[in-house]
């Protein structure tokens, strides 16, 4: 009697089984069988390519946009770095780029019956925890932006900022990198470049001062001044026009200063000093060889003359 029971319930049992697993496959297989279900599908595949396809295109027609604004800026500038341009280039396309695709996973993802609100609202909440955290990173990639944008400085620039000046051999989103003359490396974040000198943005000017003797005259010392400086520009590419002299700079009871000023291209200045000096050192010692050869030739000729006299 026991074993009968039993073996009924497993009878039952397993007929309840079979029973669930045909309301299943009936359920599978009219939803399969549904004719909306794939128009539905069918429907949203087209939507989803459609809004693909809108996104590349939005995404080509702004980058075709951008290249031709660059275009036209580079050649209406008259001091033209082509790095500076591909740089604000691509980063208004990378923006293009992850703006226009984030809206397009949004259209995506409501397509799919994916509901984009608490999606949002978790972003903005993760987004606020962030930009708490990283307030510096974000001062630095703002103000590297604006850096670019606005032209401050380029690539290859002499540039100073606080006690740092070098040349610009790497300008980032987060930092810029200077070189100084002595070869140091200067690594200085976006954000903490409050003001900038550039040396490269035209041309600069030599100041050159010469101390001239006492019982030397101005106009003497004016007339071997100018003459030292004929086809200077010749000399060095980097004078852009013959020095001007401008006459007594200062003056003491044994000597006079006089200012020479030459306008040169841009980081050029101290090279442009140099060789002023050097020009003028040269005639100066020039001068004073033949004053001195003349003077010796002078006393000579006395002695001859004395030596002349006292023989007779």
């Given at each position: 009697m026991l074993s009968f029971q039993f073996a009924q319930g497993e009878e039952t049992s397993a007929a309840g089984a079979v029973n669930e697993a045909l309301r299943w496959t009936d359920k599978v297989w009219n939803k399969i069988a549904d004719p909306d279900m794939w128009l539905n599908i069918m429907f949203?595949?087209?939507?989803i390519i459609i809004i693909f396809i809108i996104t590349r295109i939005v995404i080509k027609v702004v980058y075709r946009i951008i290249d031709r604004s660059m275009a036209r800026k580079q050649e209406g500038k008259i001091r033209v770095n082509p790095r500076r341009f591909v740089t604000v280039g691509e980063l208004l396309k990378n923006a293009t780029s992850i703006t226009c695709n984030f809206i397009?996973?949004?259209?995506?993802?409501?397509?799919?019956?994916?509901?984009v609100g608490p999606l949002l609202a978790s972003?903005?909440?993760l987004?606020?925890?962030i930009g708490f955290g990283a307030q510096g990173l974000v001062k630095d990639v703002i103000t590297g932006f604006f850096i670019i944008l606005e032209d401050q400085f380029a690539v290859g620039d002499v540039i100073q900022t606080g006690t740092y000046k070098g040349t610009v051999e790497v300008i980032g989103l987060r930092t810029t990198k200077l070189v100084s003359w002595q070869g140091e490396?200067?690594?200085i974040p976006n954000g903490a470049i409050a003001s900038v000198t550039n040396y490269s943005m035209s041309n600069s000017l030599a100041v050159v001062d010469i101390p001239m003797k006492?019982?030397?005259?101005?106009?003497?010392?004016?007339?071997?001044?100018?003459?030292?400086?004929?086809?200077i520009e010749e000399r060095d590419l980097n004078?852009?026009?013959v020095p001007d002299v401008l006459g007594i700079q200062s003056m003491s009871t044994s000597e006079y200063?006089?200012?020479i000023v030459a306008e040169c291209m841009p980081n050029s200045r101290a090279s442009v000093e140099r060789q002023i000096q050097g020009d003028v050192k040269k005639t100066l010692e020039y001068h004073e060889m033949s004053n001195q050869a003349v003077l010796e030739q002078a006393v000579a000729l006395e002695k001859d003359e004395g030596d002349g006299t006292g023989g007779a």
């Open positions: 949203s595949s087209i939507r397009m996973i949004l259209l995506l993802l409501s397509e799919i019956n994916i509901q972003a903005g909440v987004g606020l925890a490396v200067h690594i006492a019982d030397l005259s101005l106009d003497e010392s004016v007339h071997l001044v100018k003459k030292s400086l004929v086809g004078i852009v026009k200063v006089v200012r």
